[in-house]
């Protein structure tokens, strides 16, 4: 964006030293503007595309984080229902006793 501070009085500058006189004039100012319009026009886009591709990847990144999280979280759950099963396990075992016949 600084560089179009600094290109477009550049261009303007130009265009008025060699404006040519007459009717002709009002035709190079139109020119120059619209052509300076649409490089601006075109730099903006362009660096609106850029923040949205990196948007883009800061969401895939922010998505790739909260599936390793919930793995995580998954695993921890997993690991505590085991624990949980083993030790219902070797209570219900400690509790019966063998008929003895």
């Not at 007459?22 to 035709?27: I, K, N, R, V, Y």
């Not at 921890?76 to 099963?85: A, F, G, R």
């Not at 219902?88 to 016949?101: D, M, Q, V």
């Amino acid at each position: 964006m600084k560089t179009y501070m600094v290109i477009l009085p550049l261009s303007s500058m130009t265009v008025l030293v060699s404006l040519p006189k007459g009717a002709d004039a009002q035709f190079v100012v139109g020119s120059v503007i619209s052509s300076t319009v649409g490089r601006v026009i075109r730099a903006i886009d362009l660096e609106v595309q850029r923040l949205q591709n990196q948007t883009i990847w800061l969401q895939d990144a922010q998505k790739a984080v909260e599936n390793q999280l919930s793995k995580l979280k998954l695993a921890e759950i997993s690991e505590q229902t085991q624990k949980q099963k083993d030790l219902f396990t070797g209570a219900i075992t400690k509790s019966c006793k063998p008929l003895n016949r």
